[in-house]
Antibody
Framework: QVQLIQSGAEVKKPGAPLKVSCKAS????????MHWVRQAPGQRLEWMGR????????EYSQKMQGRVTITRDTSASTVYMELSSLKSEDTAVYYC??????????????WGQGTKLTVS | QSALTQPPSASGSPGQSVTISCTGT?????????VSWYQQNPGKAPKLMIY???ERPSGVPDRFSGSKSGNTASLTVSGLQAEDEADYYC??????????FGGGTKLTVL
């Protein structure tokens, strides 16, 4: 079945960079956009950005612009999310999520299992 | 962009109906018919329950329904079941590739 498998939990020091991977399987990778969403402990979901896996075009939230970079490797059906200059406030679970083809409104129909980041 | 406002909690007995509201602005919910609802169980990833205000993905029970009026969207769960107990988050497209989420509502089945 359709799956998104993310890389494992990370512990980072403030100022360090982060790179998380998200490997897709059981569907045509380049037909679906991919989003990144994070959730700090006990907090709401926060949309970070998305990538058009076909042409590599990206869009980022205003808050994350300049600190987050989303890339993809089509040969590996994998999307990457890099976050620079980590702060304690970046402690969160990071999710990749596939963009639904049924809507034009940034809807996410399949989610990865999440990658827990601790910045300390 | 501002976040959407949801009540922190809601509850109902098995078999009853419960409605969760999600209030935004004329720049997000009021401007687009792109409201989604996600169900999240503790320690798990969110699951899409409703998209484009009223649409249900395949596999989601028809006990879940969505609606919108002005700047407020709503999720109604009819015939509550114990398995419906979870956190529910609304989201709305806010233009120019921006997506905003609500703060989440914890649904308790009494």
């Amino acid at each position: 079945q359709v799956q998104l498998i993310q890389s494992g939990a990370e512990v980072k020091k403030p100022g360090a960079p982060l790179k998380v991977s998200c490997k897709a399987s059981a569907y045509t990778f380049t037909n679906y956009g991919m989003h990144w969403v994070r959730q700090a402990p006990g907090q709401r979901l926060e949309w970070m950005g998305r990538i058009n896996t076909g042409n590599g075009n990206t869009e980022y939230s205003q808050k994350m612009q300049g600190r987050v970079t989303i890339t993809r490797d089509t040969s590996a059906s994998t999307v990457y999310m890099e976050l620079s200059s980590l702060k304690s406030e970046d402690t969160a679970v990071y999710y990749c999520a596939r963009e639904s083809l049924s809507s034009s409104g940034l809807v996410m129909d399949v989610w990865g299992q999440g990658t827990k980041l601790t910045v300390s | 962009q501002s976040a959407l406002t949801q009540p922190p909690s809601a509850s109902g007995s098995p078999g009853q109906s419960v409605t969760i509201s999600c209030t935004g602005t004329s720049s997000d919910i009021g401007a687009y018919n792109y409201v989604s609802w996600y169900q999240q169980n503790p320690g798990k990833a969110p699951k899409l329950m409703i998209y484009d205000v009223t649409e249900r993905p395949s596999g989601v029970p028809d006990r879940f329904s969505g609606s919108k009026s002005g700047n407020t969207a709503s999720l109604t769960v009819s015939g509550l079941q114990a398995e419906d107990e979870a956190d529910y988050y609304c989201s709305s497209y806010a233009g120019s590739y921006n997506l905003v989420f609500g703060g989440g509502t914890k649904l308790t089945v009494l």
